[in-house]
């Protein structure tokens, strides 16, 4: 379908990396749900109740 899943984290440890996450992702996903892509940031775009800008982040990604 031309989509692929990627991951957006915000680390609470300093020490996670991209390689710990694709294991654990291994480890407990089927294949179709492994993301192909992970992205560090330092905080999600939200909107004014907590809700999590799922647009924004495809249309920042399509920008790039």
Known sequence: SG????LFVV???PNLTTEMLQDYCKEQLTAYKKP????????????????ILRRELRDQKASA
């Open 3 to 6: 989509e692929a899943v990627k």
């Open 11 to 13: 680390k609470k440890d």
């Open 36 to 51: 192909k892509y992970i992205e560090f940031r330092t905080d999600l775009p939200k909107t004014n109740v907590g809700k």
